[in-house]
């Protein structure tokens, strides 16, 4: 199976701060991967797709980049309304799909 | 746009069975290719399975092969997920998503599955 690994597990920011989160894959999974937010108590929400695609209606101050085992997925300006946990997931095991464990980012 | 609107809260003994519903709107149940994620209070996302449109057939990850199925009723475009022989650990938020072309696009509000004795 893929692992997914993403650091930090927490991370606490000013606004306007740049936030930088990174998942890594147990082995190469080109660009199949993808970036959600969940905020507490609601479900997740699709922001990145293909490693660096921005879902429509996100804000352009989020992107993905990266391939292979190494992603990276970045906030260029955080607003208070981006307080969430963050979670990448692979899907390059189909059928199967694997989600990392999730970063918590707060307001510091 | 789908809307996904899932079942309400369940409290289940161990050994019990639940099953959550998953009603679609905006789209059509064939035209949707639903998936069901798990999370358990304070941790993560964790896949249970759904259609794989590839070869039209239900996948399940291996951790719940045996306790899990999940159906489909297209004459009221509503899935379903029964999970068997609940135990402790199987406390978590039920979710159901369509899924795309290797990602999950629409999630329903999620269903609270507690199980206590």
């Known amino acids: 199976d893929i692992q997914m690994t993403q650091s930090p597990s927490s991370l606490s920011a000013s606004v306007g701060d740049r936030v930088t989160i990174t998942c890594q894959a147990s082995q190469d999974i080109s660009n199949y991967l993808n970036w959600y937010q969940q905020k507490p108590g609601k479900a997740p929400k699709l922001l990145i797709y293909?490693?660096?695609n921005l879902e429509t209606g996100v804000p352009s101050r989020f992107s993905g980049s990266g391939s292979g085992t190494d992603f990276t997925f970045t906030i260029s300006s955080l607003q208070p309304e981006d307080i969430a946990t963050y979670y990448c997931q692979q899907y390059d095991n189909l059928p199967m799909y694997t989600f990392g464990q999730g970063t918590k980012l707060e307001i510091k | 746009q789908v809307q996904l609107v899932q079942s309400g809260a369940e409290v289940k003994k161990p050994g019990a069975s639940v099953k959550v519903s998953c009603k679609v709107s905006g789209y059509t149940l064939t035209e949707l290719s639903m998936h069901w994620v798990r999370q358990a209070p304070g941790k993560g996302l964790e896949w249970m399975g759904g259609f794989d449109p590839e070869d039209g057939e239900t996948i399940y990850a291996q951790k719940f092969q045996g306790r899990v199925t999940m159906t489909e009723d297209t004459s009221t475009d509503t899935a379903y997920m029964e999970l068997s022989s609940l135990r402790s650990e199987d406390t978590a938020v039920y979710y159901c998503?369509?899924?795309?072309?290797?990602?999950?696009?629409?999630w329903g509000q999620g269903t609270l599955v507690t199980v206590s004795s």
């Open positions: 293909d490693a660096s």
């Open positions: 998503a369509t899924y795309s072309s290797g990602l999950f696009d629409y």
